[in-house]
Every structure is written in structure tokens, then in C-alpha cells.
């Protein structure tokens, strides 16, 4: 991780995707798992580190996007 760069906690994980309209079914397609997987960890009643681990990575680069679109602005 960028030292400077924040953890986001599920609730701003949420944000971002739904700013990009983004799903769970979305996700779930590029993990090869359930959507209901993606749920889960999104409510916080799944603890699967691969789960996690891609959506914060889908997040993350959501993000990205977002900082370079603003700064091409």
C-alpha cells in the first residue's frame, strides 16, 4: 500500500461503487464467485480474504480513475 493512502472501511468501499453503478454481480464475475459472496463481505458478514481483497483492489481503482479524470479537468 502508498503510505499515504487511507484504508476504506465497507461503507466508502459502497460509495465508490455506487458511484460507478457498480454491483456486487459485477465483482462476483471477475472473482469467478456468488454475488452473494460479494454481499456478504460488503455487510460485513463474510471474512473471505479473496472476497476482500478484490473489491478493495476494484475500489482502489475506481479511485484512481476518479483522482485522474478530475485532474485531466
Do not use: Y
Amino acid at each position: 500500500m502508498i503510505p499515504d493512502q487511507k484504508v476504506l472501511n465497507r461503507n466508502q468501499i459502497r460509495a465508490v461503487f455506487r458511484r460507478h453503478h457498480g454491483t456486487a454481480a459485477q465483482i462476483a464475475r471477475e472473482l469467478g464467485v456468488h454475488p452473494q459472496n460479494v454481499t456478504n463481505w460488503l455487510k460485513g458478514c463474510s471474512k473471505s480474504a479473496r472476497v476482500e481483497a478484490a473489491v478493495r483492489l476494484r475500489a482502489a481503482r475506481l479511485i484512481a480513475a476518479e483522482q485522474g479524470e478530475q485532474g485531466a479537468a
